[in-house]
C-alpha cells in the first residue's frame, strides 16, 4: 500500500509556473506507474499525464502537452508536475495516483489503486 500526498498549490498569476509534487510512502513507490489528474468545480476529474514506474514512458492529455511535465525520482519517492505558461482554467485540485501495475501508462481513473488528497491550483487572470 501506498500514501500520497501533493503538495505546491498556490494562487499564481496567469502566465505563471508552478511545480507540484507528490510524496509517496512506503518502499514500493518505484514499482508503480503514476499520474496526475484534476477537477474544477463542477466538472469531471480529467486526466492529464502519467508516467511508467521507471519513467521511461510518458503519456500526456492532448489539452495539456506543451505546457506540463511529468517527472518522477523513485530515490526521493516524488512524483513532480511541472506546469508552465498557466491559464486561468488550470485552476482545479490536482491529484497524483498510483497504480500497481507500473511498466504501462494509463490514462483511466479506473487504472488507479491510491489516490491523494490532493493540491489546490488557483489561476488569476
Known amino acids: 500500500q501506498v500514501q500520497l500526498v501533493e503538495s505546491g498549490g498556490g494562487l499564481v498569476q496567469a502566465g505563471g509556473s508552478l511545480r507540484l509534487s507528490c510524496a509517496a510512502s512506503?518502499?514500493?513507490?518505484?514499482?508503480?506507474?503514476m499520474g496526475w489528474f484534476r477537477q474544477a468545480p463542477g466538472k469531471e476529474r480529467e486526466f492529464l499525464t502519467t508516467?511508467?514506474?521507471?519513467?521511461?514512458?510518458?503519456y500526456y492529455a492532448d489539452s495539456v502537452k506543451g505546457r506540463f511535465t511529468i517527472s518522477r525520482d523513485n530515490a526521493k519517492n516524488t512524483l513532480y508536475l511541472q506546469i508552465i505558461s498557466l491559464k486561468p482554467e488550470d485552476t482545479a485540485v490536482y491529484y497524483c495516483?498510483?497504480?500497481?501495475?507500473?511498466?504501462?501508462?494509463?490514462?483511466?481513473?479506473?487504472?488507479?489503486?491510491?489516490w491523494g488528497q490532493g493540491t489546490q491550483v488557483t489561476v488569476s487572470s
Open positions: 495516483a498510483a497504480a500497481v501495475r507500473g511498466s504501462r501508462t494509463y490514462e483511466s481513473l479506473g487504472k488507479y489503486d491510491y
Open positions: 512506503g518502499r514500493t513507490f518505484s514499482m508503480y506507474a
Open positions: 508516467i511508467t514506474w521507471g519513467g521511461g514512458d510518458t
